[in-house]
């Protein structure tokens, strides 16, 4: 019923599961050849309300960094040939290639996309850029959930899921951890054989397994499992992974995301605790580290601003796509590519003196644009990167006077160190020369930002940045670093002192249309008192803002329908100062 697949392959043991239609009696036959030549019965186990059986055999003794061929057998019937690589031992450092992909969950109008994304996206891939077998270079297969629609329905594994992986699964171990769609049902546990260095009580539900220089960390990010003891056992996981001096690099995958730029509605806080935890580690322990999730049916790539830290969305793999415009929708800052497509993201990871790994997005496209194996997204990050060259503020210059209603800071180039281009430019602006932490101006600004199709940084110079936010007369504090493409930033340049004119020139009120706060700078003395209403269209005042001071005035619309609003600036004389035009969004 489900052809052989693979689970926990190590330096020395491989187990392999099957699914058969009843409990007979099952072996496997394996060797170094396909003579085969050594046999193994296998233990038989009734699946969950069905009568049907899995079957499964743990071979161990095996060598290390060693194929062996295999197929399993009864009485009548003799399944074909397959092959498995095992593991290196730990201390050879050989590189490892992961495929991680996710929510394969069967969309009815694309029932067999799943199959079309192992075989004509993986498979083919490796087919196309790979010499031999491709469990030659192909080490494991992450999966961060949902693997199919409904997890106490039989069917739903067999059908939709092992039968459509099979050219893949029968070749290549699979490590999933739980989605929603899963259920947490008893199925899940008994396909599955994963590391049992869980939490007491809660095996399989979290746990960590280790490949070359690379950690594997597995959690349940679902409801019910979203707990402290969970978070407390990632601690101890994390405590021990900065001493281990073999691992380089910390991958976790949980199913739901912290911010999902295609469907914010499926975030959740504890991704975002997982995520701090994961930023505190890669930091004290100068070891990258990733987060796979999937939930949400696209590909989006982000990075943490001051960690070594990328959080990679690497659905869909089969389930219906949340297209751009279908959902409300939300561009975060730290991600600098969203796709709402199908396909999968490669992992290969060097170790040794100079580890790294390189990241590519290989995309299939959509309903609407079809895609082959196109490389989307690609990232390369070094376990050990030399500082770049400090940036110096070329304007303003120490002691300057600037427009506070706009001035440019203008940057020296950035100097390539690391054969990796410029990738961010980070701004601060702060009241006080030795205190940057609550900055008037905290600007991260990214190389690219592909949202909805369109890169919004395309024309944006990292050299040269508008700054319009500032208050009249007063003296300020600027620094500015770079960071490259690879994750690194250089040190803080030198602080500039500056100062801004007396008094604003024009009246504006921005951000216009708005959200919902929004602020107004008056062009009038400080010592003026004013009163802020805002009128409907139909010119009643909705809301009133008393006793505003110049030369500045922030506030909230909140409590107000979107729509168009007049607002008129009045002294304590009742003379309309002025009267701008707002939209609410």
Same mark, same amino acid.
């Given at each position: 019923?489900?052809?052989?697949?693979? *689970?926990? +392959?190590?330096?020395?043991?491989?187990?392999?599961?099957?699914?058969?239609? @009843?409990?007979g009696s099952w072996e496997i036959e394996?060797?170094?050849?396909?003579?085969?030549?050594?046999?193994?019965?296998?233990?038989?186990?009734? #699946?969950?309300? %069905?009568?049907?059986?899995?079957?499964?055999?743990?071979?161990?003794?095996?060598?290390?960094?060693?194929?062996?061929?295999? *197929?399993?057998?009864?009485?009548?019937?003799?399944?074909?040939?397959?092959?498995?690589?095992?593991? %290196? #031992?730990? %201390?050879?450092?050989?590189?490892?290639?992961?495929?991680?992909? &996710?929510?394969?969950?069967?969309?009815?109008?694309?029932?067999?996309?799943?199959?079309? +994304?192992?075989?004509?996206g993986v498979l083919n891939y490796f087919q196309s850029n790979f010499n031999g077998t491709f469990n030659e270079h192909l080490n494991m297969v992450l999966i961060p959930g949902d693997l199919v629609d409904d997890g106490d329905h039989h069917e739903d594994w067999v059908? =939709?899921?092992?039968?459509?992986?099979? @050219? #893949? $699964?029968?070749? +290549?171990?699979?490590?999933?951890?739980?989605?929603? =769609?899963?259920?947490?049902?008893?199925?899940?546990?008994?396909?599955?054989?994963?590391?049992?260095?869980?939490?007491?009580?809660?095996?399989?539900?979290?746990?960590?397994?280790?490949?070359?220089?690379?950690?594997?960390?597995?959690?349940?990010?679902?409801?019910?499992?979203?707990?402290?003891?969970?978070?407390?056992?990632?601690?101890?996981?994390?405590?021990?992974?900065?001493?281990?001096?073999?691992?380089?690099?910390?991958?976790?995958?949980?199913?739901?995301?912290?911010?999902?730029?295609?469907?914010?509605?499926?975030?959740?806080? $504890?991704?975002?605790?997982?995520?701090?935890?994961?930023?505190?580690?890669?930091?004290?322990?100068?070891?990258?580290?990733? =987060?796979?999730?999937?939930?949400?049916?696209?590909? &989006?790539?982000?990075?943490s601003r001051d960690h070594h830290h990328l959080m990679v969305n690497v659905a869909s793999g089969g389930g219906n796509i949340d297209y751009w415009d279908e959902y409300f929708q939300q561009d975060y800052p730290e991600h600098i590519i969203s796709q709402d497509e199908y396909g999968f993201v490669l992992l290969e990871v060097e170790a040794g003196q100079d580890p790294y790994f390189v990241l590519k997005r290989i995309s299939l496209g959509n309903e609407i644009e079809?895609?082959?194996?196109?490389?989307?997204?690609?990232?390369?990050?070094?376990?050990?990167?030399?500082?770049?060259?400090?940036?110096?503020?070329?304007?303003?210059?120490?002691g300057d006077t600037v427009d506070p209603e706009g001035f440019f800071i203008d940057i020296s180039d950035f100097e390539n160190q690391n054969n990796s281009e410029h990738g961010a430019t980070h701004i601060q602006i702060s009241e006080d020369e030795f205190d940057f932490t609550n900055s008037i101006v905290d600007y991260w600004i990214q190389y690219k930002n592909l949202y909805k199709g369109v890169d919004?940084?395309?024309?944006?110079?990292?050299?040269? #940045?508008?700054?319009?936010?500032?208050?009249?007369?007063?003296?300020?504090?600027?620094?500015?670093?770079?960071?490259? *493409?690879?994750?690194?930033?250089?040190?803080?340049?030198?602080?500039?002192?500056f100062h801004t004119t007396n008094q604003y020139k024009n009246w504006t009120l921005f951000p216009n249309p708005t959200h919902g706060e929004f602020r107004i700078n008056i062009p009038l003395n400080s010592n003026e008192t004013l009163n802020v209403q805002i009128h409907d269209q139909n010119g009643q005042i909705v809301k009133e803002f008393l006793n505003v001071q110049p030369p500045v005035m922030t506030e909230s619309l909140k409590g107000l329908r979107k729509g168009n609003y007049l607002v008129k600036i009045v002294n304590l004389n009742g003379e309309v100062k002025n009267t701008l035009k707002l939209t609410l969004i």
């Amino acid at each position: 019923m489900v052809k052989p697949y693979l *689970q926990n +392959v190590t330096h020395e043991s491989a187990s392999v599961f099957w699914q058969t239609l @009843n409990c007979g009696s099952w072996e496997i036959e394996w060797g170094y050849t396909i003579n085969l030549g050594n046999q193994k019965n296998a233990h038989a186990e009734n #699946l969950h309300s %069905s009568s049907a059986c899995i079957q499964h055999v743990h071979l161990d003794s095996l060598l290390p960094n060693t194929k062996y061929y295999y *197929q399993v057998t009864n009485n009548l019937e003799t399944s074909g040939k397959y092959s498995f690589v095992t593991a %290196s #031992l730990p %201390s050879a450092e050989t590189k490892t290639t992961i495929v991680a992909m &996710s929510d394969m969950q069967q969309d009815n109008a694309n029932p067999n996309k799943f199959y079309d +994304v192992v075989n004509n996206g993986v498979l083919n891939y490796f087919q196309s850029n790979f010499n031999g077998t491709f469990n030659e270079h192909l080490n494991m297969v992450l999966i961060p959930g949902d693997l199919v629609d409904d997890g106490d329905h039989h069917e739903d594994w067999v059908s =939709h899921f092992f039968n459509q992986g099979s @050219n #893949l $699964f029968s070749y +290549v171990p699979l490590y999933p951890v739980l989605g929603n =769609h899963e259920r947490d049902s008893p199925l899940y546990f008994q396909y599955f054989e994963l590391p049992s260095n869980g939490s007491l009580g809660y095996e399989e539900h979290w746990w960590y397994k280790d490949r070359s220089n690379v950690r594997i960390i597995g959690m349940d990010s679902n409801g019910g499992y979203r707990i402290q003891e969970q978070l407390v056992w990632l601690d101890s996981v994390l405590v021990a992974t900065q001493e281990d001096t073999l691992i380089d690099f910390v991958f976790l995958q949980l199913h739901h995301p912290h911010h999902s730029e295609l469907w914010p509605t499926g975030n959740t806080d $504890f991704t975002g605790d997982v995520i701090e935890k994961m930023e505190a580690f890669s930091t004290s322990s100068g070891k990258p580290s990733i =987060h796979f999730y999937g939930h949400t049916h696209g590909y &989006s790539r982000g990075q943490s601003r001051d960690h070594h830290h990328l959080m990679v969305n690497v659905a869909s793999g089969g389930g219906n796509i949340d297209y751009w415009d279908e959902y409300f929708q939300q561009d975060y800052p730290e991600h600098i590519i969203s796709q709402d497509e199908y396909g999968f993201v490669l992992l290969e990871v060097e170790a040794g003196q100079d580890p790294y790994f390189v990241l590519k997005r290989i995309s299939l496209g959509n309903e609407i644009e079809e895609k082959q194996n196109t490389l989307e997204d690609s990232i390369k990050v070094k376990r050990y990167s030399n500082v770049l060259t400090t940036p110096t503020l070329f304007s303003p210059l120490y002691g300057d006077t600037v427009d506070p209603e706009g001035f440019f800071i203008d940057i020296s180039d950035f100097e390539n160190q690391n054969n990796s281009e410029h990738g961010a430019t980070h701004i601060q602006i702060s009241e006080d020369e030795f205190d940057f932490t609550n900055s008037i101006v905290d600007y991260w600004i990214q190389y690219k930002n592909l949202y909805k199709g369109v890169d919004t940084q395309e024309n944006t110079d990292l050299h040269r #940045l508008e700054i319009k936010t500032l208050i009249p007369a007063k003296t300020y504090y600027c620094k500015v670093r770079f960071r490259d *493409q690879s994750l690194n930033w250089s040190n803080w340049s030198s602080i500039v002192s500056f100062h801004t004119t007396n008094q604003y020139k024009n009246w504006t009120l921005f951000p216009n249309p708005t959200h919902g706060e929004f602020r107004i700078n008056i062009p009038l003395n400080s010592n003026e008192t004013l009163n802020v209403q805002i009128h409907d269209q139909n010119g009643q005042i909705v809301k009133e803002f008393l006793n505003v001071q110049p030369p500045v005035m922030t506030e909230s619309l909140k409590g107000l329908r979107k729509g168009n609003y007049l607002v008129k600036i009045v002294n304590l004389n009742g003379e309309v100062k002025n009267t701008l035009k707002l939209t609410l969004i």
